[in-house]
């Protein structure tokens, strides 16, 4: 079977909808992946899905506007054994903060708070900012998600990335400059997120997008 064939599907998965996502390419991707997928920007929907996405796209203080209605509804899915997958700045919204809303006069902006720590802007002045393209994943401990993909490639486009409190919550690493997380989870292992694009990273994206399908089938 071609990699890129849809599996049967094996879980129904909610994309939340809040207005800076890319949410077609995300759905397109889970569905390759074995997913029933619904995009939604009722908050209620999140609750009876075997898995929630949270995509995103854009500045970390627009990002928490517009998911402020789901913001509750979505501390349920991280208090549940409902996997939650941040991809991007929906990754770095799981964090407490970040440094780009106060450098972009928004002041201090509260993240979702579901894994400790804040998100940093690269400072390497010899670094072109964004990072951009393809670089490669190192897996710093076990989790499910990352499966299968140490030393493969992922595609990238982020000028701050997360920081979190705990080393333990660090999945996976990239180096730009130096290292930085590229996956994180929280210390259940059901909240978790790619700083990358698994939408965009090809085959080890859709690796990515199927090991997050079979969490959710078993959760």
């Known amino acids: 079977m071609s990699t890129h064939a849809t599996r049967e599907t094996t879980a129904d998965v909610v ?8 949410l077609r390419s995300v759905t397109r991707g889970l569905e390759r992946a074995g997913a029933a997928v619904e995009i939604s920007d009722d908050p209620e929907a999140l609750s009876d899905a075997d898995g929630v996405v949270l995509p995103g796209v854009g500045a970390f203080g627009d990002g928490m506007e ?11 899915v991280a208090d549940s054994d409902t996997p939650l997958f941040g991809i991007c700045l929906g990754m770095q919204m799981l964090l407490d903060t970040s440094e780009e809303a106060d450098r972009e006069g928004q ?6 708070g579901l894994i400790p720590g804040t998100n940093v802007r690269f ?34 486009v982020h000028s701050y990335y997360a920081e979190p409190d705990d080393e333990h919550h660090v999945v996976a690493t990239t180096d730009y400059g130096a290292d930085f997380a590229s996956v994180v989870a929280n210390d259940d292992g059901t909240v978790f997120g790619t700083q990358f694009h698994p939408e965009k990273s090809g085959e080890t994206g859709l690796r990515i997008l199927r090991n997050y399908v079979d ?5």
């Open 66 to 76: 517009n998911a402020g209605p789901f913001r509750d509804a979505l501390r349920d």
């Open 107 to 112: 002041g201090d902006v509260e993240g979702l």
């Open 123 to 156: 400072t390497d002045e010899d670094l072109k900012i964004p990072h951009m393209g393809w670089n490669e994943l190192h897996v710093a401990r076990e989790h499910p998600l990352v499966e299968g993909v140490e030393g493969e490639y992922a595609y990238f």
């Open 15 to 22: 994309v939340v909808d809040y207005g800076l996502g890319n």
């Open 215 to 219: 969490l959710c089938a078993e959760s």
